[in-house]
C-alpha cells in the first residue's frame, strides 16, 4: 500500500456567505465607498472563488484567499471606471512634500497628543478618517485606497487607474493635504 503525501484542502464554499460575507463588504466598502458597488464586488468575489475552489491548494486560509480574491476584485472595479485618462491638474511645485512622499520638516503636521491605545477613540478616528476619506474626490479616494490600504506601488496604480505618473502625484499630494486638513478641523478641532 502506497502512503500519498499530498494534503487535501477541503473549503466550505457553503458558509462563505454567512461567515465572510459581512467582514468582505466592510472591507470593500472603506475602500470604495459606494454601497451598491461594494455589493456588487462581495458577489463577484464570491461567484470568483466559487468558480476557482477546485485550484484552491491551502497556501492561505479560507478567509485570506477570499480577501485576495476581493482585493482583486476591488482593482479591478477601479480599473473599470478609469476607461479614460484622468488630468488632475498641472503637477506644481509640492511645498508641503518630498519626493520620497514625506512631510518636509516645516510643514509636517505637529503631534496630536492622542492615545491611541483606546479602543475608543481608535474607533473614533477612524470613524472619522473614513469620513474624511469619503468627501475626496473619486480619483483622489482610488489613489489613497490604493496607496495606503491597499500597499499597490505607484507604477501600478498608474496602470489600474489610467493615469500618467504626474497626475498621479498631484492625485495623491492633494488627497494627503485634504485628509490633514479635515483630520485636523474634525479630530482636532484645529482650526
Avoid at 130 to 149: R, T
Wanted: proline letters at 2%; aromatic letters at 12%.
Amino acid at each position: 500500500m502506497t502512503h500519498q503525501n499530498t494534503q487535501h484542502y477541503q473549503l466550505q464554499p457553503n458558509t462563505w456567505v454567512d461567515r465572510y460575507a459581512d467582514l468582505l463588504y466592510a472591507y470593500t466598502l472603506s475602500r470604495v465607498s459606494n454601497a451598491p458597488l461594494a455589493e456588487d464586488i462581495v458577489q463577484e468575489t464570491f461567484i470568483s472563488a466559487w468558480k476557482a475552489r477546485d485550484t484552491y491548494n491551502g497556501q492561505a486560509s479560507e478567509k485570506n484567499w477570499l480577501y485576495a480574491i476581493c482585493k482583486n476584485k476591488i482593482i479591478d472595479a477601479f480599473r473599470k471606471q478609469a476607461a479614460s485618462p484622468v488630468v488632475a491638474g498641472s503637477a506644481e511645485t509640492d511645498i508641503y512634500f518630498d519626493d520620497a512622499e514625506h512631510w518636509k520638516a516645516n510643514t509636517q503636521p505637529n503631534m496630536w497628543g492622542i492615545d491611541y491605545s483606546t479602543t475608543i477613540e481608535t474607533k473614533e478616528f477612524y470613524r472619522i478618517l473614513e469620513s474624511c476619506k469619503s468627501k475626496l474626490k473619486d480619483i483622489q479616494q482610488k489613489v489613497f485606497v490604493l496607496k495606503y490600504m491597499e500597499d499597490t506601488d505607484a507604477e501600478d496604480i498608474c496602470k489600474v487607474l489610467n493615469i500618467t505618473a504626474s497626475n498621479y502625484w498631484v492625485l495623491i499630494h492633494r488627497a494627503k493635504l485634504h485628509l490633514r486638513k479635515c483630520l485636523e478641523k474634525n479630530w482636532l478641532q484645529i482650526d
